[in-house]
């Protein structure tokens, strides 16, 4: 099996949370059904799958403040060789934070979004088709910047993630983030 029919596999499942998300993935089921690598950093038109991890500890969301985006994100990337999204997001998720530990809250996609990404670093506009994980660490002191990717680092309160993001699709994460924090606690 191809990693784009098992992605695609994955994503027959999938339950999106709003009408936006609906979008996004039926742009991920289009792209994997439609173009020949839907995985190549170098497929610009329409884009190409990245994956991103949503890391928690407690009532905490660690976000990084992008050197490149100068934006306050999530953990995340291109998928490299032969990668899964899921080992891409943990992978990115590590390099990015320096947390060595992270493991999956569940095994399964948690999130979808396709964004667009301004031209930069001799590439043209593109859009990012980004398959998002929720992940934990048992070690969040252990935490280190990465300053070639980022200006900052830091654990944030849920709402306060809300207003840093400032963005629809985060915050339909973080809701998600609080209803699965919500059934844990129930």
Same mark, same amino acid.
């Given at each position: 099996?191809? %990693?784009?029919?098992?992605?695609?596999?994955?994503?027959?499942?999938?339950?999106?949370?709003?009408?936006?998300?609906?979008?996004?993935?039926?742009? @991920? !089921?289009?792209?994997?059904?439609?173009?020949?690598?839907?995985? &190549?950093?170098?497929?610009?038109?329409?884009?190409? @799958?990245?994956? &991103?991890?949503? @890391? !928690?500890?407690?009532?905490?969301?660690?976000?990084?403040?992008?050197? %490149?985006?100068? +934006?306050?994100?999530?953990?995340?990337?291109? #998928?490299?060789?032969?990668?899964?999204?899921?080992?891409?997001?943990?992978?990115?998720?590590?390099?990015?934070?320096?947390? %060595?530990?992270?493991?999956? #809250?569940?095994?399964?996609?948690?999130?979808?979004?396709?964004?667009?990404?301004?031209?930069?670093?001799?590439?043209?506009?593109?859009?990012?088709?980004?398959? +998002?994980?929720?992940? %934990?660490?048992?070690?969040?002191?252990?935490?280190? !910047?990465?300053?070639?990717?980022?200006?900052?680092?830091?654990?944030?309160?849920?709402?306060?993630? #809300?207003?840093?993001?400032?963005?629809?699709?985060?915050?339909? #994460? !973080?809701?998600?983030?609080?209803?699965? +924090?919500?059934?844990?606690?129930?």
């Amino acid at each position: 099996m191809t %990693r784009a029919s098992e992605l695609l596999e994955q994503l027959g499942t999938y339950v999106p949370a709003d009408a936006l998300e609906a979008l996004h993935h039926a742009s @991920i !089921i289009g792209l994997l059904s439609t173009t020949a690598a839907p995985f &190549s950093r170098q497929q610009f038109t329409p884009g190409h @799958i990245t994956a &991103s991890c949503f @890391i !928690i500890e407690g009532d905490r969301l660690l976000l990084h403040h992008h050197k %490149r985006l100068d +934006r306050w994100l999530q953990m995340g990337g291109h #998928v490299d060789g032969d990668e899964s999204p899921v080992q891409t997001a943990l992978r990115e998720g590590a390099e990015e934070s320096g947390l %060595r530990d992270l493991e999956l #809250v569940f095994d399964e996609v948690f999130d979808l979004d396709v964004h667009a990404i301004p031209a930069g670093k001799g590439e043209p506009d593109h859009r990012h088709f980004d398959v +998002r994980f929720l992940a %934990r660490t048992a070690f969040p002191e252990a935490i280190s !910047i990465d300053p070639s990717e980022s200006n900052d680092l830091a654990w944030v309160a849920l709402d306060r993630a #809300v207003a840093l993001m400032n963005e629809e699709a985060s915050t339909r #994460v !973080i809701r998600k983030i609080e209803r699965t +924090r919500d059934r844990r606690h129930a």
